[in-house]
């Protein structure tokens, strides 16, 4: 079955992301949580249970009931790599669709710029703590070798980018970046330099959902999930035997699931917020999520054509880029912003006239992806 | 909404429970999962979606996939403190009754007794990586108190249990223990002795759910949720102005809720698997689960109301105290028994006529508790 137009989106809220060091994570939670449940107008009483998604900040449904003083109620802590935050969303949209709670919460969040759980020491700025550049920059190279693209190619993502987050004021880096910048910056892992990776980020959004029968007594113009999609592919692209470097197949499938779900194809799409960890994951996402052709991704960023002006802005927030990727804020971070857009409350870089829009998640090196579908009608 | 009858056991599984320097989680995981999938009679393929509940073994959905190849599907990891199994069940069970999927496989595990994740070292075999036996000891000092029990209250509890397990094949410890030799035991953290306290071990259990209104056609004797409750209070119990020590609201609430939505009392149930993570826990959980009044447990402890043989036998399996407590596997190695108890095959350890069952858990200190009523008529 479809969740189309089962489940609304109420409230949104979203923290400042950036390297919080005067902040605890109970503070980004708080900042977020408090924008939801006041952007839905309703008393958080009204909140019958909640979601809390993140890779390692916190155990528990406790990661949200002690700093929201929120107890007495049900709370799951839900963890799938970087698609934690929008899996918790759509395991609460599945509370919700099936009748159980009428308006829940589901937050992400993730402090990843100071010890994180256990006392672990944490991860260089500039660096992944995991093997992440190191699969992202092999398919950099498959690419190159399959597509005939260049470093120059990737640079483009990062100008695009970059010159949106200017626009988002509660991004972590809003600043522009040339194309002889990124070019010139320190080397990561061949070919990815600074700037082909995001930054490393504190942040937390959230989202209040209410059954869809329900959210116009609540508010005037909620937001409806037409869609989602999430699959799960091999822990580690040398345990898959398909796996090519050269797109990930957690992608295609999640988004054909969220697709079918909400009956349409991406050239219904208005807008989409995509997984750009490292510029090359953005082409990827491209030809995944079938906003191009395979192949083709390159030639897009090259063009330009996915930039906001043109028919079908991808990551007008800025993206991980600019928000950075507090990992299991991200998700929801994601659908915070295409609420704003649906909404037609996005500011500067409002895509006009959107009605539906598409958050990606792609995690774990490929292992895990997530898709949602918006849309500001039903 | 209830879930009451929506939603169906078709398969259950479980490994054998121990301390299986021998074998790595894949292969408990695997054993639990071929298990409950033979026995749901269903071929791999239709299962549609998962979810997977460990505290600390594994991150993300592929801790199934990878072992189980079970690919190109959405597979969700739920972390819930000791409820994480049967929260990974509850939000399965909510999948299935939105209409979503109509099978999908619920898996809980944990490895005890090797490296964790992120190569921490083992826990002690006879104490806790937590604070857990120093909240529980006060619990019991504080009972002794307030209700007149003592040390041979308690071990009354670790007498009945152990004498359970030995009836159990697949549990850890298998063998009776006399109370002198409970009283006699080394002190862990006073009042609580080696038998006040659950061994530490490895293990995975696994169930199949089914739409309610499919699962006749799969098999004769489905089992069906009547209710699943699940509350979080704060996430340690200096942190509630309201924690008195004796007993514990999530599992008041969540309790609640479950005899709510399946429309039942204590009274009507036919047995308990309840969270015996030590001695005087099963105790203040006769009273939170509402099998006698408050202050009762320990006179029906000392009397060995819950025995096997007795109208409502509690922790028929032997309970943690014999099986040990794989945090993530516990809540559904429990519904596990219980789905053995109302299918008439659990053989020595059989609860004549059951027809209603209750399991419980309770995490985190009382931070969090999960309880689901099973029953094997419409």
Known sequence: MSLKNRVAIIGAGCSRFGEHYDKAAEDLIVEAAQEAIADAGIERERIRAGWVGTISSALSGNALSDPLKLTGIPIT?????????????????????????DIVIALGFEKMRDATLGGLP????????????????????????NHGASKSTLAKIAVKNHRHGVLSPKAHLRMEVSEEKVLNAPMIYSPLGLFDCCPTTDGAAAVILCRADLAKQLRDDPIYIKGMGLSVSYGAPHYDPTFDYDGFAATRQAAGQAYEQAGISAKDLDLVECHDCFTITEILNYEDLGLCPKGEGGHAAEE?????GNALPVNPSG???????????????????????????????QVPNARLGLAHNLGGMGAVSAVTVLGNEL
């Open 77 to 101: 802590r839900v963890e799938n790599y970087c698609a934690s935050g929008m899996d918790a969303v759509r395991n609460a949209a599945f509370s919700v669709a099936a009748g159980m709670y």
């Open 122 to 145: 944490a991860p260089h700025p500039v660096k992944d703590n995991g093997e992440a550049p190191h699969v992202f920059a092999l398919s950099a190279h498959r690419y190159f070798a």
């Open 304 to 308: 330009d054509r996915f930039a906001l």
């Open 319 to 349: 993206g991980l880029k600019s928000f950075g990727h507090p990992v299991g804020a991200t998700g929801v971070r994601m659908l915070y912003e295409l609420t704003q857009h649906l909404r037609g409350d996005a500011g500067e870089r």
